[in-house]
T-cell receptor
């Protein structure tokens, strides 16, 4: 089955710096890659996603890049703020019918701390 | 639009008991997926329901089961609880028409098995 590796497990940055989190996946049939942010006591919240027909997507301070050949994708947060502090998860889905419905395979998470 | 709601938010049970958790999806969403989140194993997919039918299932023992009602609300049941079942149980809803749809998560039910 699909396996998603996420690095680093913890990331500490100063306010205003950039943060980069990287994920690799094993299933070459995966073609949907969302990123979630989870704050303490809350469920994961989607912050950005990318589908395999594009290589990069940006939404204000957040961007995601995808390299299907190398089977890796990355989350980039620029101008970090203390409220960006949370656990970030990458995920992958095959995006086809049958055994793909509803199933996201998650990375292990990255604890991001932004120091004021 | 109201988000995904889960009840109860917290639950304490003892080994051998069973538990039922409830999830109400976003209005108009017909797909509900369930995940287990633990510090050691992370977020793991349990199963997905659409139009009252289980479409997909993860690698969990048969003690974990679920169902979906005609109004898309879903329940999951864990029988014969074990200490290792202590976890945050999350449900997520999506429209359900396609596999690459955005999933919206609820706040979760935190289950503690003593």
């Amino acid at each position: 089955g699909e396996n998603v590796e996420q690095h680093p497990s913890t990331l500490s940055v100063q306010e205003g710096d950039s943060a980069v989190i990287k994920c690799t996946y094993s299933d070459s049939a995966s073609n949907y890659f969302p990123w979630y942010k989870q704050e303490l006591g809350k469920g994961p919240q989607l912050i950005i996603d990318i589908r395999s027909n594009v290589g990069e997507k940006k939404d204000q301070r957040i961007a995601v890049t995808l390299n299907k050949t190398a089977k890796h994708f990355s989350l980039h947060i620029t101008e970090t703020q203390p409220e960006d502090s949370a656990v970030y998860f990458c995920a992958a889905s095959r995006g086809e019918g049958g055994t793909s419905y509803g199933k996201l395979t998650f990375g292990q998470g990255t604890i991001l701390t932004v120091h004021p | 639009k109201a988000g995904v709601t889960q009840t109860p938010r917290y639950l304490i049970k003892t080994r051998g008991q069973q538990v039922t958790l409830s999830c109400s999806p976003i209005s108009g969403h017909r797909s509900v997926s369930w995940y287990q989140q633990t510090p050691g194993q992370g977020l793991q997919f349990l199963f997905e329901y659409f139009s009252e039918t289980q479409r997909n299932k993860g690698n969990f023992p048969g003690r974990f089961s679920g169902r979906q009602f005609s109004n898309s609300r879903s329940e999951m049941n864990v029988s014969t609880l074990e200490l290792g079942d202590s976890a945050l149980y999350l449900c997520a809803s999506s429209l359900g028409g396609q596999v690459r749809e955005t999933q919206y998560f609820g706040p979760g039910t935190r289950l503690l098995v003593l």
